[in-house]
């Protein structure tokens, strides 16, 4: 089965992405970015890191592409 678990890019997990965005308060991916380094590359980390934020899933096996809330 497909995981998807991490900004590849910067190995940042989700996990670890939602742990800095509960202690900062970050609420985008942008806020995030001020806090943590991470998808400043391929940026397909993004509606990953944007679907964490929403429902706290740090484990992903399906694609979402940007666009998808
Ligand atoms: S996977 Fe996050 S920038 Fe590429």
Redesign the pocket.
Known sequence: MMTIDR????QQTFADLKTVAEETGADSVHALQSHVT?????????PYVRRMMETGETVFHEVLEDGEA
């Open positions: 900004c590849y890019c910067y991470f998808g400043e590359n391929c940026q397909l980390c993004h």
